[in-house]
């Protein structure tokens, strides 16, 4: 009777242990989470490249790279990147790692159109300087990518022809136009009056946060971005919730436009879902 008792005790024990372990663990794959941003730390480098190649007469695959580097390691490593094709998210990465202070991710897809590609990243680390201090490091990149396959393959990060500059020109009226209607959408469903809001999509948020956010000191624009992710990451990456409580995916999804109030009180995300669903997230300041 005591073997078996001590045997059953044991089974629950072990069981416990395994349940608070997965539970932990994916919460931490799951949680990106705004700590105050250490100034100790720094990306020794964070990038995102796509690189195009020809495999046809009209097709060609895309090569998708994200690599960072801090410059410790780190309790929690993280990287999430978006890739949009003419104004529409075509994918996504993430990836995570504690106790490390690289990571490295790589997609390949297979295209037959042309297009404009973006593709931007979060880099993230999450580190520990003693049990009750939590702080953490942060990077932006990005990288923007045009593909023609008429008559002939060829692609272009800036347009050096006459040729390119057209192809420039009708692919940035496609996604401009995709993306405005999805805003417009979205804010018209809403009620948002837009003239009230300084407006940027997300992929230009490397290049365009301290513009953006010319209101702000620097410390509050890193906490603003930081906590943006944090929301996107929960609210956008791991899926959307419609209103009828459904889950979906983002694939799909226009670029989101990002609206900081010009009273500095809230941040908005617009855009529609695939099937043209309006969805609203907000950011309280």
Do not use: C
Request: net charge positive; glycine share 4%; aromatic share 10%.
């Amino acid at each position: 009777m005591k073997v078996q008792l001590k045997y059953t005790v044991f089974l629950v024990l072990t069981t416990i242990f395994v349940i608070l372990y997965l539970s932990n663990h994916k919460q931490t794959e799951e949680t990106i989470i705004f700590f105050p941003i250490d100034s100790s730390l720094h990306f020794e480098h964070a990038s995102t490249h796509l690189t195009p190649k020809g495999t046809g007469d009209s097709t060609y695959t895309i090569t998708w790279r994200v690599d960072s580097s801090l410059d410790q390691p780190a309790y929690l490593r993280q990287d999430v990147s978006l890739l949009y094709k003419n104004g529409k998210l075509a994918g996504t990465l993430k990836n995570w790692r504690q106790n490390k202070q690289e990571l490295s991710q790589k997609a390949k897809s297979k295209e037959s159109e042309s297009g404009r590609y973006e593709a931007v990243t979060f880099h993230y680390a999450e580190v520990h300087p003693s049990d009750t201090i939590f702080t953490s490091a942060q990077q932006l990149s990005k990288v923007k990518l045009y593909t023609v396959t008429t008559p002939v393959f060829q692609f272009f990060h800036r347009p050096l022809s006459e040729e390119q500059i057209q192809w420039k020109k009708t692919l940035d009226g496609l996604t401009d136009q995709t993306v405005r209607n999805g805003l417009e959408k979205a804010g018209q469903a809403f009620h948002v009056n837009l003239d009230q809001y300084k407006i940027i999509s997300l992929t230009d948020l490397p290049s365009k946060k301290n513009q953006w956010l010319s209101a702000f000191p620097q410390f509050k624009r890193e906490e603003i971005v930081g906590k943006l992710w944090e929301g996107l990451y929960k609210n956008y990456v791991l899926g959307i919730k419609k209103e009828d409580g459904s889950i979906v995916s983002p694939q799909g999804s226009t670029i989101p436009l990002l609206l900081m109030a010009k009273n500095q009180s809230e941040i908005l995300v617009l855009f529609t879902l695939k099937d043209g669903t309006p969805i609203m997230l907000r950011q309280k300041l």
